[in-house]
């Protein structure tokens, strides 16, 4: 019998609406290849997603739904499985410009997966400054769980300019299961697993009619009354609207590394800290108040290991929820650090987090799934209280290839929970910090501003340090105290 869609899957379709698409995405920027003559076109990246798609069964499979739809959906195969329908060319007006590319990966991040299909899409891009192309790739919430399916993202790239040898694929699509067999299925589920079993027809039968127990209800309101309340006094909380806006930050990792050393805690402190400077920033340029108490509650998903397990080996449920206040009415970056990390501390405490360096030896290019199972796992334990979803994955410090075209930058696109009006994602990879900002357009046309304030934000951290004294970031102008400035006018060019 088919694979059963889980409670957690039927989640992600009921959650998701015309105003918050439920997929997560990359833009993946790459330069051509360098041996010989040859390039990389529309034909290169079929031909790539044809060799190891294989390595991700279910980005052939579709849902199908149970006749009467009292138990949970099925993946079967897609008969008519076409992969130029899902692997998609297009292009800029040469030069193409980065703000061009984020235009367009606004708009591709807006649409809606075609649940008739497998709920998947690959673009190309083409014409970018400087011969580059750009990929961007989508998948929804429902289709990677870490276990059975990873993202396709994570099996197309290479850790060498030559690619790696493939299997042949044979693989031919079984026929969908009839009405009949597919009631036979749900019977033997019931028998094998009843406790599952009513945990999806109480999903299925949810999504149907909207009901929920009285607790829930009782909750929910509570929950909206103290959220209406919060979102009174933030603007990140917004009715979320069906378009989005996206914009990036390329920062160095060398510099989150001078900020650790300097002040203690972890890269992914310092990132928070980060986050939390930008906040402060983007809010007084908002006339917001940003009084001693203000914070910001993010959703931090974090990994963690079995316990009986001493380093991860899978991601399936390597990923749990934390909650962090980020200290934005903190005037002191080094002690909104400080605060960050006494937060983060008590999950390094328990024994079960996993460091950064076990993660990045996970096989193959674990951001594009880590990244998917975080927005999971936020998708489902966010509050209304709660107002932005941060996720933050390292990857390899070396370069990776697709077809002999190396991987210059990858921006994790993180969707929008229910009302609010930002999400971020952070990628490390080869030296680099790259920032995804997803926005509501109409709620934050001013994200190119927020953008800004992550740098600075870093520039001001840097500055705390005893390094940043001697010399100036890399890529950034030293700063200088108004009375250097004078000294420097005196003495002339």
């Not at 709920?119 to 580059?132: P, S």
């Not at 299925?204 to 309101?221: A, F, H, K, P």
């Not at 880590?370 to 370069?399: E, K, M, S, W, Y």
Request: aromatic share 6%; charged share 20%.
């Amino acid at each position: 019998m088919p694979d059963r869609l889980t409670a957690l899957d039927l989640t992600f379709l009921k959650a998701e609406s015309p105003a918050t698409p439920m997929h997560v995405g990359t833009v993946d920027i790459f330069e051509p290849p360098v041996h010989g003559d040859e390039g990389f076109d529309y034909e290169n990246l079929v031909a790539l997603i044809r060799d190891r798609i294989a390595f991700v069964p279910r980005y052939r499979q579709r849902v199908q739904q149970v006749p009467g739809r009292f138990a949970g959906p099925v993946w079967v195969d897609d008969e008519e499985f076409d992969i130029t329908f899902h692997v998609r060319r297009s292009a800029l007006p040469r030069p193409g410009t980065h703000a061009q590319l984020l235009e367009l990966v606004a708009r591709i991040m807006s649409r809606r997966l075609d649940r008739a299909r497998p709920l998947w899409e690959m673009y190309l891009v083409e014409g970018l400054q400087g011969d580059r192309f750009a990929i961007i790739a989508k998948s929804h919430q429902a289709l990677v769980d870490g276990n059975s399916t990873v993202d396709i993202g994570q099996v197309v790239l290479d850790a060498t300019a030559q690619p790696n040898e493939t299997p042949t694929d044979t693989w031919q699509p079984q026929h969908p299961p009839s009405a009949l067999e597919l009631l036979a299925g749900v019977f033997a589920d019931a028998t094998r697993n009843p406790s599952a079993f009513l945990e999806l027809a109480r999903a299925e039968m949810t999504s149907l009619t909207g009901s929920s127990s009285v607790r829930e209800v009782i909750g929910d309101v509570v929950g909206s009354l103290v959220a209406q309340r919060h979102a009174q006094e933030s603007s990140l909380h917004v009715k979320t609207s069906g378009q989005r806006r996206f914009t990036t930050v390329q920062t160095d990792l060398e510099d989150y590394r001078t900020i650790r050393a300097a002040h203690g805690g972890t890269v992914n402190d310092v990132v928070l800290a980060v986050v939390a400077g930008a906040f402060r920033a983007w809010m007084m340029t908002r006339g917001e108040g940003v009084g001693p108490t203000r914070s910001v509650r993010a959703v931090v998903p974090v990994s963690i290991r079995d316990d009986e397990d001493e380093e991860p080996t899978s991601l399936g449920s390597r990923v749990i929820a934390s909650s962090v206040n980020l200290p934005v009415g903190e005037n002191s970056p080094v002690m909104r650090l400080h605060q960050i990390s006494y937060q983060t501390k008590v999950h390094k405490d328990t024994g079960r987090a996993v460091s950064a360096r076990s993660l990045v030896g996970i096989a193959g290019f674990a951001p594009t799934t880590l990244h998917a199972l975080a927005a999971r796992v936020a998708t489902t334990t966010v509050r209304p209280i709660d107002d932005v979803v941060i996720t933050n994955v390292p990857g390899p410090q070396f370069p990776l290839y697709a077809q002999g075209a190396r991987m210059l930058a990858s921006y994790p696109v993180v969707p929008l929970m229910p009302g609010q009006g930002l999400s971020v994602g952070v990628t490390s990879y080869d030296g680099k910090v790259y920032y995804g900002l997803n926005a509501d357009r109409t709620a934050m046309p001013d994200l190119a501003v927020f953008a800004q304030c992550l740098t600075d934000a870093l520039d001001e951290l840097l500055e705390t340090t005893r390094g940043s004294r001697n010399r100036a970031p890399r890529g950034r102008k030293k700063l200088r105290s108004p009375q250097k400035n004078a000294q420097a006018k005196k003495a002339g060019p």
